[in-house]
């Protein structure tokens, strides 16, 4: 049992990496995209069918349960996915200190939900935070199976669960809501989107835990599960810290602005990175033995996510006031400034990001935590001595920190890894350049475009940067043959795979 066990969680993965990337690049944004659609149809929906103190009832709750879910995996799922030899037993057991975790965390929210009760003089939310507290529980049941999928890079099994769960809660809460459920509707559809979600991963995946074990060579992966939760745990107060700061100085219109900016800069971006990193980490676990390879594929995650996201932010910077007219309104002009030096921050941050992926593939989660703390201790101490010159102010030191601090970080983060900042530079320079350009082009012919309507002037300097974006990479040394290379790498991984072609299991 045990050879076969270690089998199908060692899965073989088709040699041609970077088209089995590309194929589950492709399944994560497709399924992204959907549960973005049906996030909004369902946002939309409900909104007509409960009141707003429904949403504030769980709003209350969430941020705890927010907090409180930074420790139900403990950083586990990541260690298995990291390890490049996996057995059975040591499986089991990061499975069942997930469901320990789980049960702990939902055990001591229950027995704290009369505070939080009292803290709100509701006494309704004693049995809300309960109830909430269980989904803990069972999204850990199925932590090991998501991981172990992830893995061997079964990403269209990972897409149908997520998306029936979100089918399912979405489906639960409308008849919910139907039935006058109130904010109940809200829990109903969180408590059966995630059993279902958690039933699927269980039916995708032939592994089942044994009992735990002594001796399986678990407990390095425990320790590297923990420092990536310290990581999360730190990088969770330093990036809440501007929004706490602000609402305590300028108060909540101030915070509504740049809380406002920030989600809006952040959606797309996002929703691009995400998919692309979560593959890109399994692959290069893989690859952390091949040092030639593994570089040669960070260059070319870098490269990609440049050419995605670095235009974006480059676009947001130059017409931050036509995007946020057009999407939120003239009322909210005030947030354009903020908006523009958060897209200033955002042009780096995305591709700096993925050093972090390489130290966790690279096993070296003890030195990620360090770093995240380095940059936490110092983006705090901007953010405590900028905010009382204004939340523009914050937010342009906000952006010119991160440059400051990239250069040091990276090289201590990079020592020993063989990666140098010249792969970096290799990786983004293209889409960089290319995309500061297209930005100067635009501001400076930006104000010969005048519409009568805001969106239209959106649409044309968005065409306009697109347009002298894609010819700037073209004309790039190596551009054009980057562009091919990508498009046919998008064919060949929409083309289907000969039966003997695909990887072991899929």
Known sequence: MSKNSDHSINQAISKNLARTSVRAGLINVGSQGFAVALQLLSTVVLARLLTPAAYGTIGMVAAIIAFASLFKDLGLSTATIQRKDLTHDQVSVMFWANILAGFGLTFLLSVCSPLVANFYNRPELVWVTVALSINILIVSLGAQHSALLTRNMRFKHLAISRLSGALITFIVALLAALDDWAHWALVAGTLAGSFAQVFLLWSFNAWRPGLPKRGTGAISMLKYGLNLTGFDLVNYFSRNLDNILIGRVWGAQSLGYYSRAYSLLLFPIQNIRGPITSVAMPAMSRLQDEPERFRAYYSQVLSILGMLTMPISAFCFVSS????????????????????????????????????????????????????????????????????????TLAICYAISGYVLFVPIFLYAAKGTGIRLGHFIRGVWRPALASVFAALSLFLVKSMIIQPFVLMSLILNLSLFGLVYLILFVVLPGGANDLRDLYHRLIDGIRKQKPSQKAEGE
């Open 321 to 392: 006031d036509l995007i946020i007219e057009t999407l939120l309104g003239s009322q909210w002009l005030p947030a354009a400034n903020i908006a523009k030096w958060l897209a200033f921050a955002s042009f780096l941050q995305p591709v700096a990001g993925v050093f972090g992926m390489v130290l966790m593939a690279l096993g070296l989660a003890n030195r990620h935590l360090r770093c995240g703390l380095i940059s936490a201790i110092l983006l705090s101490l901007t953010f405590l001595l900028s905010v009382r010159y204004g939340v523009e």
